[in-house]
């Protein structure tokens, strides 16, 4: 690992808005940093297909974006493959020694270091999506991260600014400095950086179809470098894991119907939030109204305050998703919201009964929203020497609440931010592929996205412009910076207890990547706040 040629001084700010056009086109890719998109294009160049195109973008990310991401990340996909749409969880479990025993001096769950790492299924669901799916070869789809890590790239203005936040909070965890760090600092923009033992892991698991990096030699270093660090991670565990297809939840709002993967997921949270608001008849103001902001946010609250109590993985849960999506049970939680006042919403209990994103789409109609993270940045800080495997931290996710659904045991799934969504039209034919990066906001993000878009008609990229909103607990809402005035003086005259956030939204306010089928072609749309690209032909 090292940083090479390092670029004149060059002021990396932007210190004048710009406005990006929405791209069309009848191939396309789009993702949150510009190599990896040009990666999943050379796919479909290649003669592959949207799942090739997003594999390997989504490989590419965890070499030119490892804030994000990284081979130890957990992944997630929703894809339409001409016919049928399909589900797929590949989040891992917990190592079978944990216990709420093991975690007994603590408040929360370790979000840093080998206490904090579950098992990585980013690498699963590669190999789920391109066996089913792809037309061309593993070998084929990694070949360009592979040529990133071993010959370099420049590293992108925001993703620097990720890298030396990630220096700050994780340099002194396990791994993490020799891999990242190899002249003690994080590189800056425009310096080259290159990972040669990440290329090897990458080919490694492309000629082994994911076999080496779960029953292999990369799977014993895994365990070995986990043990040095009194880490609980074991052979069975990695053995044992598989990406599930897992199928959708759904929920109508306007005239289309949003899918999510079913929990451990949290899309389950903007299914609901959409459910709320359908019940409320938004739409009857603008999209930048403060009665429609109101009702977002409140709709948001009431479908945060029941995830924080009931989401768990599937199995453990007590109250299903389709209590939680009831129509009923949606309209009694419409019911409380005041659309002249801020409320502080607790959950509800339904009546029995029932931080990389990429969008790839092709000629042929197939189309693929995937996810893959680490979860906070560069996840645990884990980093299994000579590899370039970076762990992710969700373990974090579970609870050590002792009648919580979610507390942490050994073999489980813990209750997960990152969220793909997909958008069909009512007559069941495929409208939009879209996602938006940021931990828990990410729910919140596609209710934002869904509302600009499928209700009020934007098109993707001014959806991904627009100024954005997050819900804090109990009143309090963040904005950014841009947010209008009048509209914060609107929402403070109702009750709530808003906060101006300053700088960048890319850190609190994610990063949406969005395309939509109009017709015979595509419309793209990538966020601003991040580096990101859509590419098209």
């Known amino acids: ?102 975690f007994k001096d603590h408040q929360a769950m370790p979000d840093k270091g080998w206490e904090s790492v579950t098992v990585p299924g980013a690498v699963a669901s590669w190999v789920a999506l391109s066996e089913r799916f792809g037309r061309l070869s593993l070998e084929q789809v990694a070949a360009p991260a592979i040529e990133y890590a071993r010959n370099g790239f420049p590293v992108s203005p925001i993703i620097a600014r990720l890298w030396e936040l990630g220096r700050l909070r994780l340099g002194d965890q396990p791994g993490f400095a020799e891999c990242f760090l190899p002249t003690g600092q994080a590189p800056k923009a425009g310096e080259w950086f290159r990972n040669p033992d990440q290329a090897a892991t990458l080919e490694a698991i492309a000629t082994t179809g994911g076999e080496a990096f779960y029953r292999g030699h990369l799977a014993e270093k895994i365990v070995a470098f986990s043990a040095k660090h009194q880490g609980a991670m074991t052979l069975e565990d990695l053995a044992a894991h598989k990406a599930d297809w897992c199928g959708t939840i759904e929920q109508k709002f306007a005239q289309s119907v949003v899918h999510e993967i079913p929990p451990n997921g949290q899309g389950l949270a903007a299914l609901m939030a959409l459910g709320i608001l359908e019940h409320l008849n938004v739409g009857e103001q603008g999209v930048d109204h403060p009665d429609t902001l109101h009702l977002c946010i409140e709709a948001m609250k009431l479908a945060f305050a029941d995830i924080y109590e009931h989401h768990a993985e599937l199995e453990h849960m007590k109250h299903l998703p389709e209590h939680l999506l009831d129509p009923a049970y949606l309209e009694e939680r419409a019911a409380l919201v005041n659309r002249a006042v801020a409320g502080d919403p607790q959950y509800g209990t339904p009546k029995p009964s029932g931080t990389v994103y990429v969008t790839a789409a092709d000629a042929s109609g197939m189309m693929v929203s995937f996810i893959q993270s680490n979860y906070m940045g560069f996840g645990s800080g884990v980093v299994v020497p000579g590899t370039g495997i970076s762990m992710q931290n969700r373990g974090h996710g579970f609870s050590l609440r002792p009648d919580h659904v979610n507390r942490v045991a050994g073999g489980k799934r813990p209750s997960h931010t990152i969220i793909p969504a997909f958008a069909m039209h009512a007559d069941g034919t495929p409208q939009m592929s879209f996602g938006v990066m940021g931990g828990p906001f990410q729910s919140q993000g596609h209710v934002q996205m869904a509302l600009r878009v499928l209700l009020y008609g934007q098109n993707p990229q001014a959806a991904a412009d627009a100024p954005r909103w997050r819900v804090t607990g109990g009143r309090g809402v963040a904005v950014e910076p841009n947010f209008p005035p009048e509209l914060v003086e609107a929402l403070k005259a109702r009750g709530h207890e808003v906060t101006v956030e300053p700088g960048s939204g890319v850190f609190a306010f994610g990063g949406a990547q969005l395309i939509l089928r109009q017709g015979q072609h595509y419309v793209g749309g990538s966020d601003p706040r991040k580096d990101g690209l859509v590419a098209a032909y």
């Open 1 to 102: 690992m090292s940083l090479l040629n390092k670029g004149t001084h060059m002021d990396w700010t932007q210190p004048y808005s710009s406005a990006r056009s929405a791209v069309l086109g009848q191939n396309m890719v789009s993702t949150s940093q510009p190599l990896a998109a040009q990666a999943g294009l050379r796919m479909l160049l290649a003669g592959g297909n949207a799942v090739d195109a997003a594999l390997a973008a989504a490989i590419a990310l965890t070499v030119v974006e490892p804030s994000g991401c990284g081979i130890g990340s957990d992944g997630f996909a929703i894809l339409w493959d001409g016919k049928e749409l399909h589900g797929l969880n590949s989040s891992g479990r917990a190592p079978q020694a944990w216990s709420p025993e093991r």
